[in-house]
């Protein structure tokens, strides 16, 4: 019977900590340089991911991919006009009541079309997949909880932000059918890590994106329960200075067994958009 138990708590504990992503940012009086930093940590089971320039939209973005089926999706990303983006599954919501009525989400919409967090949050049409949102721009800072139903926006100056998998606004609480032991502490972490400082860095940022408190389940940078599981697959940063100008770091395990064996990439925006770069 104990047996039969810890297979059990071991099987919830996995499933509950799939298509998990850690976001944080922070704004204006909360960062040095006066602008906006914001962060993704992306948790997944293992699968190669790249870097990747768009230039099909209106606006060039530079993007993190994940193949997933055989192709490469979006999973987040910063523009040539200073406008970041990243996304976090609504892991509170069952993956088959989530996906029942799916359409596509609204990441490589936002970072084709926006130039900023306010034209952004004005495309509502684009907030019809339950997901998690969040936008930046050197101005201000922003998420998106688009529930089963509608969608509520929490938009900030001067302050902080930060989101795992479940839903935290009152009008999108009822979308919360099971909340995961992994998304209440990574979140509780991050506004411990976001209550350290009074202004943050870029550096300070990539600091808190490889904190392992909370261990293989639930720390902001996880190893997994299981090699094939869950677990902290990248890191995409983003500075967007107060003068527009963008600074851009990436962690990611571009092959699924590079576990340990990470690739960083730090570029800036202009050496992104203005000249013929190599991701």
């Known amino acids: 019977m104990k047996k039969a138990i810890l297979i059990l708590t071991l099987v919830f504990c996995f499933v509950n900590t799939t298509e998990a992503c850690t976001l944080f940012a922070a704004n204006g009086d909360r960062t040095t340089d006066g602008g906006s930093i914001i962060v993704k940590n992306r948790d997944e089971k293992p699968t190669e991911q790249t ?9 060039k973005f530079y993007g993190l991919y994940a193949k997933t089926d055989g192709k490469w999706s979006l999973k987040g990303g910063a523009n040539e006009k200073g406008l970041a983006v990243v996304t976090a599954a609504a892991s509170a919501i ?3 009541i989530r996906n029942k009525d799916s359409t596509k989400g609204a990441l490589k919409k ?29 101005n201000e800072i922003a998420y998106v909880e688009v529930g089963l139903k509608n969608y509520e926006i929490k938009r900030v100056k001067n302050d902080v932000l930060a989101h795992t998998n479940h839903y935290l606004l ?15 502490y990574r979140l509780n972490r991050i506004e411990t890590l976001l209550k350290s400082k009074n202004k943050f860095t870029l550096e300070d940022f990539i600091k808190f994106s490889g904190d392992k408190k909370g261990g293989a389940a639930n720390a902001i940078w996880r190893g997994g329960l299981s090699e094939k599981g869950s677990q902290s697959l990248a890191v995409f940063a983003v500075q967007i200075k107060k003068n527009g100008n963008t600074e851009i770091y990436v962690k990611l395990r571009r092959n699924p067994k590079d576990k340990g064996n990470e690739d960083i990439v730090r570029i800036s925006g202009e050496e992104i958009f203005n000249k013929t770069t190599k991701p």
């Open 51 to 59: 870097l990747m320039v768009d230039s099909k939209g209106k606006y």
């Open 94 to 96: 069952p993956k088959n």
């Open 110 to 138: 936002l970072l084709a079309n926006c130039s900023t967090v306010e034209q952004a949050l004005s495309y509502g049409e684009y907030f019809s997949r339950a997901q998690f949102i969040m936008i930046a721009d050197k």
């Open 170 to 184: 009152p009008t999108t609480l009822n979308s919360n059918i099971k909340i995961s032991t992994s998304s209440k």
